[in-house]
């Protein structure tokens, strides 16, 4: 039997790539086999020169590997070109897309009689009989609000009635090639940038080579658009949520959305929100978030903006406190007159941190932070130039001093 298989639904694609070919979370047997076959041809098609595999304990698993330095684009933008469509569809489209090249306008009675008249298609039916292709104004209509939705195709009100036709395109935007292969690479939702350069001419060479990207992001673009949308409009988003660990349970949420923070260490995003289960702000995963909507507007968005201007600067991470209380944090780093590099990492990533100089040598670090423990990765870095360390939250210092010790125990051992 010939392989068939229609995806037109970005969030099950995207799925199945974050499931399958990045976390490896799940086995193709969680799905159904005639849709894992189907999607995982349709998506190791687009990304060939991506998939590698290893075989372990008689399995066999593929993912996806990329060197950013070798790549001008992020070959994960490819998702966004990945749909299939019956032999039917892909005529349909032509034809309207024919009709409407000549920059009128047009009634959908108009269309469907151009139809009629001008293609005359005819295919073999199940009997073996050649039937003429019919053409109704419902179907022509749906055809229609697709290509709209895609942004092929526009509407106009004249009258009572809604009439189609096909902008003129005289943008040259080959000037601003180089700006469009930074933005599609540094940016959130970069993928329109790489959309905007499919449609005009593009150079063998781009400007720019990216050493440390994250790829990932543009498996979230879809989310991440929606949700600047929301923040913009002040309008609450529903969304259905994986937790990190119960990756079979889906968690659905309310939120009013207020900011987006992605990581520099690890490439992640996360969104900073006020939930209304439990009405606390809290920070949800962009990658676990699925099947998200807007929502009405929220008449306490002035309310929850102003808490965050309030109290942003005190956040050091994604974790918080459900009480929002700051703990005061202060450690003294010694930094020789030779080490100047790590006095200019300090102001670098310091963030709401302050910095004294005591003398020569030593330096006082202090900070007012909702979770101490958000610092614990950054304050790691510098245990062998740390001197002193003291905090108003006794078990964050307590993690900190068996962090000391065992590092003291392990070294002594050789």
Not at 39 to 56: D, G, T, V
Not at 120 to 142: A, C, H, L, M, W
Not at 188 to 215: C, T
Not at 288 to 311: G, P, S
Request: aromatic letters at 14%; one cysteine or more.
């Amino acid at each position: 039997m010939a392989y068939s298989e229609s995806i037109r639904d970005l969030e099950r694609l995207r799925e199945i790539i974050l499931n399958f070919y990045v976390d490896g979370s799940k086995t193709k047997d969680e799905y159904l086999a005639s849709f894992y076959r189907g999607a995982s041809i349709i998506i190791e098609n687009a990304l060939c020169e991506n998939i590698q595999i290893i075989r372990k304990a008689g399995k066999t698993r593929k993912f996806i590997s990329v060197d950013a330095r070798k790549h001008q684009n992020n070959p994960l933008h490819k998702i966004f070109f990945i749909k299939s469509y019956s032999s039917n569809d892909i005529s349909f489209y032509f034809h309207i897309i024919d009709i409407l090249h000549d920059n009128k306008t047009k009634k959908i009675s108009e269309i469907t009689e151009e139809l009629r008249q001008r293609y005359y298609n005819f295919y073999e039916d199940s009997d073996g009989n050649i039937t003429q292709k019919k053409y109704f104004p419902d179907t022509v209509r749906n055809k229609l609000e697709e290509l709209v939705s895609l942004g092929i195709v526009s509407t106009i009100i004249i009258g009572n009635r809604f009439e189609y036709y096909i902008e003129k395109n005289e943008i040259n935007l080959n000037y601003l090639k180089d700006s469009l292969s930074f933005f599609s690479n540094a940016f959130p939702a970069g993928f329109i940038g790489e959309i905007i350069q499919r449609d005009y001419q593009k150079s063998k060479e781009d400007l720019f080579v990216f050493k440390h990207n994250y790829l990932n992001h543009v498996l979230d673009a879809d989310i991440l658009c929606v949700t600047l949308d929301a923040i913009r409009t002040s309008r609450k988003i529903e969304f259905d949520y994986n937790s990190l660990t119960q990756h079979e349970s889906n968690d659905h949420f309310l939120v009013y959305p207020l900011k987006i923070y992605s990581s520099v260490s690890e490439g992640r995003q996360y969104l900073f929100c006020f939930n209304y289960k439990n009405n606390l702000y809290a920070f949800f995963r962009l990658d676990k978030m699925h099947n998200i909507k807007t929502e009405n507007i929220d008449d306490k968005a002035l309310i929850h903006k102003q808490f965050y201007l309030d109290n942003h600067d005190k956040m050091w991470g994604t974790s918080i406190k459900k009480e929002w209380k700051t703990e005061h944090v202060e450690f003294v780093v010694k930094i020789n007159s030779n080490e100047d590099y790590i006095l200019k990492r300090i102001n670098r990533e310091k963030r709401n941190c302050v910095i004294k100089k005591i003398d020569e040598t030593l330096y006082l670090i202090t900070n007012d932070v909702l979770s101490p423990y958000s610092m614990i990765p950054w304050i790691r870095t510098f245990y062998g130039k740390i001197i002193s360390i003291s905090s108003s939250d006794s078990l964050f210092l307590k993690e900190i001093k068996e962090d000391i010790s065992a590092l003291k125990e392990y070294y002594n051992a050789f």
